[in-house]
Protein backbone atom coordinates (compact mmCIF):
# COMPACT_ATOMS: atom_id res chain seq x y z
CA UNK A 1 0.00 0.00 0.00
CA UNK A 2 2.20 2.63 1.05
CA UNK A 3 5.46 3.17 -1.11
CA UNK A 4 9.08 1.56 -0.44
CA UNK A 5 10.01 4.62 0.41
CA UNK A 6 8.62 5.47 3.48
CA UNK A 7 8.15 4.15 7.43
CA UNK A 8 5.12 4.78 9.83
CA UNK A 9 5.53 6.42 12.77
CA UNK A 10 2.69 7.23 15.18
CA UNK A 11 1.66 10.79 15.95
CA UNK A 12 2.45 11.66 19.15
CA UNK A 13 -0.69 13.98 20.08
CA UNK A 14 -2.88 12.34 17.81
CA UNK A 15 -2.18 8.50 17.49
CA UNK A 16 -3.00 8.98 14.07
CA UNK A 17 -0.98 7.02 12.04
CA UNK A 18 1.56 9.44 10.05
CA UNK A 19 3.93 8.31 7.51
CA UNK A 20 7.74 9.95 7.08
CA UNK A 21 9.84 9.38 3.97
CA UNK A 22 13.06 8.42 4.13
CA UNK A 23 16.06 10.89 3.25
CA UNK A 24 14.13 13.59 4.58
CA UNK A 25 14.33 15.10 7.66
CA UNK A 26 13.11 12.77 10.52
CA UNK A 27 10.18 15.57 11.38
CA UNK A 28 8.65 15.40 7.87
CA UNK A 29 5.14 13.84 7.78
CA UNK A 30 4.09 12.96 4.14
CA UNK A 31 0.88 11.41 5.39
CA UNK A 32 -1.74 11.18 7.39
CA UNK A 33 -5.30 9.99 8.10
CA UNK A 34 -8.07 11.73 8.94
CA UNK A 35 -10.06 9.55 11.60
CA UNK A 36 -13.13 11.33 11.55
CA UNK A 37 -13.93 10.91 7.75
CA UNK A 38 -11.36 8.67 7.01
CA UNK A 39 -9.44 10.64 3.73
CA UNK A 40 -5.51 9.24 3.66
CA UNK A 41 -3.72 12.14 3.01
CA UNK A 42 -0.40 11.45 0.75
CA UNK A 43 2.23 13.67 -0.50
CA UNK A 44 3.73 13.26 -3.97
CA UNK A 45 7.31 12.21 -4.23
CA UNK A 46 8.63 15.67 -5.63
CA UNK A 47 6.81 17.03 -2.53
CA UNK A 48 4.64 19.45 -3.57
CA UNK A 49 0.93 17.86 -4.18
CA UNK A 50 -1.53 16.69 -1.90
CA UNK A 51 -3.81 13.99 -2.18
CA UNK A 52 -6.72 12.31 -0.16
CA UNK A 53 -8.16 8.98 -1.18
CA UNK A 54 -10.86 7.18 0.46
CA UNK A 55 -10.66 4.00 2.51
CA UNK A 56 -10.78 2.25 -1.29
CA UNK A 57 -7.84 4.30 -2.73
CA UNK A 58 -10.08 6.09 -4.71
CA UNK A 59 -8.99 9.82 -5.33
CA UNK A 60 -11.46 12.10 -3.85
CA UNK A 61 -9.27 15.42 -4.64
CA UNK A 62 -5.56 16.33 -5.66
CA UNK A 63 -4.00 20.06 -5.43
CA UNK A 64 -0.44 21.49 -5.85
CA UNK A 65 -0.29 22.85 -2.30
CA UNK A 66 2.72 25.41 -3.42
CA UNK A 67 1.11 26.51 -7.02
CA UNK A 68 -2.58 27.19 -4.90
CA UNK A 69 -1.06 28.99 -1.64
CA UNK A 70 1.83 30.21 -3.29
CA UNK A 71 5.43 29.59 -2.91
CA UNK A 72 7.31 29.80 0.55
CA UNK A 73 8.75 33.24 1.80
CA UNK A 74 11.68 30.65 2.88
CA UNK A 75 12.96 27.35 2.21
CA UNK A 76 12.33 24.76 0.03
CA UNK A 77 9.04 24.68 -2.05
CA UNK A 78 7.85 21.34 -0.54
CA UNK A 79 5.48 20.09 2.03
CA UNK A 80 7.34 19.45 5.42
CA UNK A 81 4.24 18.39 7.55
CA UNK A 82 0.49 17.76 7.20
CA UNK A 83 -1.93 17.01 9.80
CA UNK A 84 -5.62 17.34 10.16
CA UNK A 85 -6.16 19.78 13.02
CA UNK A 86 -9.85 20.86 13.80
CA UNK A 87 -11.18 19.43 10.90
CA UNK A 88 -9.11 21.06 8.27
CA UNK A 89 -6.23 19.09 6.86
CA UNK A 90 -3.27 21.66 8.55
CA UNK A 91 0.24 21.87 5.55
CA UNK A 92 3.99 23.20 6.83
CA UNK A 93 5.90 23.97 3.76
CA UNK A 94 8.99 25.61 3.00
CA UNK A 95 10.51 27.21 6.15
CA UNK A 96 7.89 28.80 7.91
CA UNK A 97 4.81 28.48 5.27
CA UNK A 98 1.24 27.21 6.17
CA UNK A 99 -2.21 26.44 4.32
CA UNK A 100 -5.30 24.85 5.83
CA UNK A 101 -7.65 22.54 3.31
CA UNK A 102 -10.80 21.71 3.25
CA UNK A 103 -10.67 17.73 4.05
CA UNK A 104 -13.80 17.15 2.03
CA UNK A 105 -13.21 19.42 -1.77
CA UNK A 106 -9.51 20.13 -1.16
CA UNK A 107 -10.21 23.86 -1.29
CA UNK A 108 -7.95 26.36 0.34
CA UNK A 109 -9.24 28.23 3.18
CA UNK A 110 -6.36 30.04 4.57
CA UNK A 111 -2.82 30.23 4.38
CA UNK A 112 0.20 32.37 5.26
CA UNK A 113 4.15 32.81 6.54
CA UNK A 114 5.07 33.11 10.18
Known sequence: MWP????????????????????????TQVAALDPSTHPELRVSENGRVLTATDKNGRVLWSIDVIEKAGPP???????????????????VYGKHSFASFDPTTGKLLSSGSD
Not at 4 to 27: D, Y
Not at 76 to 88: D, M, T
Open 4 to 27: SHCWFKAAATTGVPILTQKGRHPA
Open 73 to 91: AVGAPIIRHVSVVNGEISV
